[in-house]
């Protein structure tokens, strides 16, 4: 599996941001998928998963109300609708694919998310 970021840039507080995963090398609809992000000097967080169909989704509460994670099986894509960013959203963002009960890997370089003014 291979996952590739994009849609990552720079913000300012209270815009927004949509962020892209291209995933290949296996069948996207068989996995449940997730974001995760590690800002500066801190340990990488959890931020939203959904599962294989799009049907259930799950949110750190930080994201709760201002993230939408959502997923295009056709395109294999996912997606992270980010609104009302925050100072403290920036970070480097990671999707990644669940490998076992809530356990995820990630494979992509990730994109970067910068919230200033």
């Known amino acids: 599996v291979q996952l590739a970021e994009s849609g990552g840039g720079l913000a300012l507080p209270g815009g927004s941001l949509k962020l892209s995963c291209k995933f290949s090398g296996d069948t996207f609809s068989s996995y449940r998928m997730g974001w995760f992000r590690q800002a500066p000097g801190k340990e990488r967080e959890f931020v939203a998963s959904v599962s294989e169909s799009g049907t259930y989704t799950n949110y750190m509460d930080f994201a709760k109300g201002r993230f939408i994670i959502s997923r295009n099986n056709a395109e294999d894509m996912l997606y992270l609708q980010m609104n009302n960013l925050r100072a403290e959203d920036t970070a480097l963002y990671h999707c990644?694919?669940?490998?076992?009960?809530?356990?995820?890997?990630?494979r992509g370089q990730g994109t970067q998310v910068i919230v200033s003014s």
């Open positions: 990644a694919y669940e490998i076992g009960r809530g356990s995820y890997q990630i």
